[in-house]
């Protein structure tokens, strides 16, 4: 019996990450999504800050009729998240949110969901994500070979 318990408590500990996973790349496929949707609309929109030079390119983190945040990378170097709201048909700046990360300044942050983005971005995503894929890989592993030994956790 405590072997039985022993497994489920490692495969609860195992599954836990990778829901994490799944809930990150879900927030991922929804935010480019909505980018290719309505992304075009905000492309100019940045100019309405009168504080971003020119960008790289945008991502649609939410969007609805009347509300949109739209997070903005700029030169390589910041990004910045913008709120708009709709008024007579047209996109409004409503409030600059914040400068989530700026290489040159003090702005050192994430925005959910988080992107490769920042100059440690790479470095963040392999911390988080390598032990996510590698415990991935191990229940995998683990459900492929109580499988072929016909193992069951009740």
Known sequence: MWLNVKKRIIIAVLIIPCI??????????????LTNLHGNEFTDGYKKTNMLDKIDYLKVLEYSGTTARIYYVGDGVRGDIIKFIKKDS????????????????????????????????????????????????????????????KFTLS
Do not use: H, M, Q
């Open 90 to 149: 047209k996109w409004e700046l409503d409030k600059w949110e914040g400068t989530v990360w700026d290489a040159i300044g003090s702005a050192d942050g994430t925005a959910w969901p988080y992107f490769y983005d920042s100059p440690d971005g790479l470095f963040k995503i392999i911390i988080y994500g390598l032990p996510s894929l590698i415990i991935i890989i191990i229940l995998f592993r683990i459900l492929v070979k109580n499988k072929k030994s």
């Open 20 to 33: 994490f996973t799944l809930i990150w790349l879900g927030a991922i496929a929804k935010c480019e999504i």
